[in-house]
Structure formats: structure tokens, C-alpha cells
């Protein structure tokens, strides 16, 4: 899943690169159900990062990148956390902006849902 995040914020923001949205598994919340209502069930791999390496997002500029849903759906993994096979899933996921000038009990958080069909 592809993300672009913006600084719109009108000032220079930092952030730690493990706290971009397609840095990590736990980068963001997300879930996903079938259009018939079934909840897909995720793995939740555990992925320690201690980086300090941080990137500064200038105003209105951007960076993107993709987030692996395979470190969440994965056919093989034991139970099958995969998407059924033929169905439209509905993703819906959330994202807290962890700029490191902005006080954590005021990150605002950013959200999103977005559908595709899984391979047959």
C-alpha cells in the first residue's frame, strides 16, 4: 500500500524514520474485512527498532513509500493470516503523525480505507 506524506504543518517537522507509515509493521493501525463482513485476521510480527536516524519533512514537501501488508497477511504463515482467495477486501487503517515537535497528546492521527480484490 502506497503512502505520500505531506508536511502542511507551515514549519519543518522530524521524525524518527521508523515512525513513517511504511517504516514498520506497527507504523500503523490497520485491519481488514471482507465485503460480506468477515473479519481477515492479521499476524502481529513483532519488530523491535532502536534507530535514532531521523528525517526532517520540509513544508509541503513530500515522501513516500510503501507499507508490506505481507508482514500482516501472510498465505504461509501458521495459521494462514492470508486474504481468501477471490475476495474484495476492505482495508481501513490509521495513522499517528509522530513529529518530534509536536507533544504525543496532540499527534494528530490520519486515516484512510481502501479496497482491492485479492488473487483467485
Given at each position: 500500500m502506497r503512502f505520500t506524506l505531506r508536511n502542511v504543518a507551515g514549519r519543518p517537522l522530524t521524525f524518527y524514520r521508523t515512525s513513517l507509515?511504511?517504516?514498520?509493521?506497527d507504523s500503523i493501525q490497520v485491519a481488514a474485512v471482507t465485503t460480506d463482513g468477515q473479519l481477515v485476521?492479521?499476524?502481529?510480527?513483532?519488530?523491535?527498532h532502536f534507530e535514532t536516524d531521523q528525517v526532517q519533512v520540509k513544508p509541503n514537501q513530500t515522501l513516500t513509500g510503501d507499507?508490506?501488508?505481507?508482514?500482516?497477511?501472510?498465505?504461509?504463515?501458521?495459521?494462514?493470516t492470508g486474504f481468501p482467495r477471490g475476495a474484495t477486501i476492505v482495508l481501513m487503517w490509521t495513522y499517528k503523525v509522530r513529529a518530534l515537535e509536536i507533544s504525543a497528546k496532540r499527534w494528530p492521527v490520519c486515516?484512510?480505507?481502501t479496497s482491492f480484490k485479492a488473487p483467485a
Open positions: 507509515p511504511w517504516a514498520t509493521p485476521p492479521a499476524g502481529y510480527p513483532i519488530e523491535d507499507y508490506d501488508l505481507a508482514k500482516r497477511w501472510e498465505e504461509r504463515s501458521t495459521p494462514s486515516s484512510g480505507v
